[in-house]
Nanobody
Framework: QVQLVESGGGLVQAGGSLRLSCAAS????????MGWFRQAPGKERVFVAA????????YYADSVKGRFTISRDNAKNTVYLQMNSLKPEDTAVYYC?????????????????WGQGTQVTVSS
């Protein structure tokens, strides 16, 4: 079992920045690739970013490429999502997820564990 707890969400003006954190506990953190997804009201949960177990590979959705950065600190069992140049359309609940095996995944179904989510609201 892996428990994931997100933090760092909040209300920010367009153009601002936020840094989300996801703290993991349980089984060996470095055995898992980690991902961030988001879900806006009335919409499906969509992929945002993913990172391999070592941090050597990262993937991003086109909508956030160049603005968001995913990283991880295996010593702290934590994955981060630095979000810059935020737009109102980034407003959503952001979820972190863990996929056993270490390879970064874009598909939600490939993730084994999920956090409870943290709200990000970007005002115009």
């Amino acid at each position: 079992q892996v428990q994931l707890v997100e933090s760092g969400g909040g209300l920010v003006q367009a153009g601002g920045s936020l840094r989300l954190s996801c703290a993991a506990s349980g089984r060996k953190f470095s055995s898992y690739a980690m991902g961030w997804f988001r879900q806006a009201p009335g919409k499906e949960r969509v992929f945002v970013a993913a990172i391999s177990w070592s941090g050597g590979r990262t993937y991003y959705a086109d909508s956030v490429k160049g603005r968001f950065t995913i990283s991880r600190d295996n010593a702290k069992n934590t994955v981060y999502l630095q979000m810059n140049s935020l737009k109102p359309e980034d407003t959503a609940v952001y979820y972190c997820a863990a996929a056993f095996g270490g390879a970064p995944e874009r598909t939600a179904l490939n993730y084994d564990y999920w956090g409870q989510g943290t709200q990000v609201t970007v005002s115009s």
